[in-house]
């Protein structure tokens, strides 16, 4: 009977138990801490797991992201060579990035949040002439599976769209920009950036003052990549600085962001508590299953990490 | 030489006038009141005009609707007969609708709204699960121009999509209701109601307390309609009674929106001063110099108003 070690910080186990023993009745899940027997645990599911978990876990098969990150796995943390680690595959996790970037898209070419100011003081004033979205040109700055999705939503609804990745991604209806040499004419084009880039070395701090500068006078910047990709003081700095016209931020360097924050209290920074989306075990369970079955039956898996690169 | 009167309240002419003259060099437009020869006018896009307008025009050829709305034009206006009434065909006023209901569908589903009133008081907390949108159907009442591509916006974002319209109109991915019989039945399965109907003496108060018990509870309601359609008081009522969970309006009995009225302040509705969408010269003007090129020649216009159903 196959043994799923189960370690997370913010799911709840049972939706997830649920999930997995419908899809497979015959798997016992365990919950970290409690591994009993560790020699039976041939898959983890875990997020952000201790440093040295999986150096207990002899027998182990199969890493499983709870996420669609993988640098709470990635960075300190102890892997066992030829266990392959297998990132998130969530279609509902995606919708909700999509819904997320095209919400706050939307926000800003409508001019929203001013609407909602004026509400609070009963004000009864419009903002014309307003822009059409197919004059506002998003970017999409990494091109993943839920980069696509992302820039394909935006797409749909009418922005002009383009997305840059390390390697050349083609998607209907969005423009292709790829690599380190393409990086700067990306930025240049792109009113309103859509981050998702995966956090690894080359994308830390990648949007910094150097960076954001490159984007038209009165760009707007949705984060819901990482925290850390983005330069918090340099940020705050081009908004004074009128460069920058907004921002809508679900990621930070420091989560919970802290009550002193800037941000909280910024009137063109939009704050949401990493929630652009979660993994959604009903549709989540599906991939993991898959993978397990695969495992034992000696196939091939889907969506293994090519952990040179890191995504 | 084509002589065109200008009647508007909000839109200011030069772009029209610009817009206009780039498609039909020869168009002389008038700007209402200074009719001059009023003989020579054989064309008007109006915006409320006076009542009597049409009478001193002895030549008139065609009216044109500036605005999606025809309830401006067909109550207590003489229309002199057989001068057809040519409706506003403008994809980018098409466009700002589908913007507006996905943007406030969206709030909604995503709880945007609670996440707002966090930021305000730095408060970092999550509302999980989140439904997807696939979980929730959208409903839109009036399947014409504006309504079908709201209805197929609404669907490309993954909500689960019906629309209703007096006659059967059918759309890809959309459940089709019409006529009076199904009115209950879609709204017993419409989570979020979008009302873009037209306003006639059918359609006035059609979002009564009866109507809008009808929803599931907890529903939600977008107005980018008209006000007249929807009963206020009955609405504050069934908000109250937190039948109705929320709503974004658009539109109003009264515009401006009166400083005392408890919408301004009601935490769960969303006030926006009658923007979600305008007619733009620049897309629109094809419509009307196409129509004006159509009568010269003695060929069928097009979108011609039927004025017994009255859209």
Redo the contacts between chains.
Sequence with gaps: MPVLLFKTE?ASLP?WQAALRERMPELEVRLWPALGDAADIEYALVWKPPPDLFSALPNLKVIFSLGAGLDHLLKGVYLPPGVPVVRMQDS?LT??M???A??MA??F??R?AV??A??RS?E???????P??CELRAGVLGMGVIGRAVAG?LA???FEVAGWSRTSKRVADVQNFHGAGQLQAFLERSDILVCVLPLTEATRGILDRARMTRLPRGAFIINIGRGEHLVEQDLLELLEEGHIAGAALDVFAA???P?EHPF??HPRI??????AS?T?PDTASAHVVDNIRRAMRGQPLTSVVDLTRGY
Tied chains: 1, 2.
């Design positions: 913010f939706p509902a919708e909700g999509c819904e997320y095209v919400y939307l926000r070419l409508r929203m609407y909602e004026q509400q009963r009864w004033r419009h903002h014309l002439p307003q059409r979205a939503k749909a609804m009418g989560e919970p962001l009550d909280w209290r939009t704050v949401t508590p990493h929630n979660v959604n």
